[in-house]
């Protein structure tokens, strides 16, 4: 039996004030969901569309759903508006698809892009490169029902320390620049979601200010 209010306790207090907590809820079952959400949580992460929109019926209205899973162009319409945040926007293109389903549904999506810095090949994202090139060319300014909160990233999957530091202090060094960049004039660009359980003391130490948390309170997946 996996004790989520004791773990939960445990995360809390590795935390600091100013760094948000995202329970990633992925194969986890709705009842593992609503104890979490009886100790407080309100923030859930779901990266498959399908599951997320199986779980939300069940579930209280009032809770903040993100989606930090790939995100195929074909299922953007079914996450449109059913959540608080994307936080995995890899390309351009798929951007432009939320700019568009979400002026289509008349709302503001919220989302985070997702700098792919990780030795991986296989993990999706930006290149610093093109990250930087975006905001430079301004294709910020094409969007009319998107805004951009920030960014989201991961480490390497490996146990070096070094590696793992170095891939957060660059996503990190990105964020920055064009946080404080005044050319861009970007409101509300303040969100730098770095760290799982096995690493997010590591990204917190490197910047992050919001982690995505899902084994260290619910234990391992049910698959």
């Known amino acids: 039996m996996v004790?989520?209010?004791?773990?939960?306790a445990k995360v809390a207090a590795t935390l600091p004030r100013d760094v948000e907590l995202l329970a990633v809820t992925k194969f986890h079952p709705v009842e593992a969901l609503r104890e979490a959400y009886d100790c407080g949580l309100r923030r859930f992460g779901e990266n498959r569309v399908q599951e997320l929109l199986s779980k939300q019926p069940h579930l209280p209205s009032d809770i903040k759903w993100?989606?930090?899973g790939h995100l195929q162009s074909n299922k953007v319409r079914q996450v449109v508006g059913r959540v608080e945040m994307i936080e995995s926007v890899d390309t351009v293109r798929l951007l432009n698809i939320i700019d568009r389903e979400s002026q289509r549904a008349g709302v503001v999506?919220?989302?985070l892009l997702q700098l792919h810095v990780a030795r991986e090949e296989t993990k999706f994202g930006f290149s610093v490169d093109e990250l930087m090139d975006f905001f430079e060319n301004r294709g910020f300014e094409s969007l009319s029902a998107v805004h951009i909160c920030g960014l989201m990233g991961?480490?390497?999957?490996?146990?070096?320390?070094?590696?793992?530091?170095?891939?957060?202090r660059e996503i990190a060094r990105c964020y920055n620049l064009i946080r404080n960049d005044e050319r861009f004039g970007l409101?509300?660009?303040?969100?730098?979601?770095m760290g799982m359980?096995?690493?997010y003391e590591i990204a917190i130490r490197e910047g992050s200010n919001h982690v995505r948390i899902g084994t260290a309170i619910f234990g391992e997946r049910e698959y």
């Open 154 to 168: 991961m480490a390497s999957n490996t146990d070096d320390y070094e590696r793992v530091s170095s891939d957060f």
């Open 109 to 111: 999506s919220k989302v």
């Open 187 to 193: 409101c509300g660009f303040d969100i730098l979601s």
């Open 3 to 8: 004790d989520i209010k004791g773990n939960l």
């Open 66 to 68: 993100h989606f930090i």
């Open 197 to 199: 359980t096995n690493d």
